[in-house]
């Protein structure tokens, strides 16, 4: 058993869908994330940009003792898929969203149709459809940038009947319906929010991954086969952190959990 707690970190407040479904799955972890505010968003930034980002925000973490990091955002996992990021690092485990995502995602198609969704970095990558392909190389992949759906989330409009969302979204997934998928991945941690919007223009029979929840998942077994999880009785304690506005971001907090209560909320540098 272990009572370091897991390091969590987005670009922004997207990455709280992982913490979201941590805390239902692990009720008694302590978890310490990261939205990195100051400087969202990373899915329009260049490669060596993401990557000096993403190194600051895992040397932030560790400077906390995490037992394990997440990288609770599809655009650092998709770009930096390949490079080194933890070499040398302290920390016990890590991972990205795309392998949880794309295991869920091949055991939940029934046609052998999926399709990914993310940042245009994120589909620039093209590493959903190679992860994929790894592991189920009969699937076809459908890959489309929607790089209005953060400013979206961002800004509120994520209710399934908002006119602005539909309209964006039906513009967005028109060629993923007329391919048929039956799996859609939610390949950027903010769009499970607007899942209802989503849902309602692909049809109710197409299945969402969301990367978020599915990286969630995934820290829960390995945390369990490793015997790495808390051994705690009492909840454990969320802290989270931002490098802009307190105030702003405990306003998303809100949304984005749905509670602010026993959250403790911080500004701080990166750098
Ligand atoms: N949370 C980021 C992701 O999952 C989206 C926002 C950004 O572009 O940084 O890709």
Known sequence: MSELAIGVFDSGIGGLTCVKELTRLMPHEDIIYLGDTARVPYGTKSVDT???????????????????????????SSVLMSRPLFEGSSVG????VIYPTVTAACAATNNNRIGVIGTPATIRSGCYGKAIREIRSDIKVFSKACPMFVPLVENGYTDKDNQVARLIAEEYLEGMKREGVDTLILGCTHYPHLEGVISSVMGENVKLISSGAEIAKYAERVLITSSQAAGREEPGKLTLYCTDSEELFSENVETFLGHKENITISTCSVK
Request: proline letters at 0%.
């Open 93 to 96: 485990a890590y991972s990205g």
């Open 50 to 76: 993401i990557a000096k980002y993403a190194k600051e925000d895992i040397a932030f973490l560790e400077r906390f003792n995490v037992k394990m990091i997440l990288i609770a955002c599809g655009t650092v």
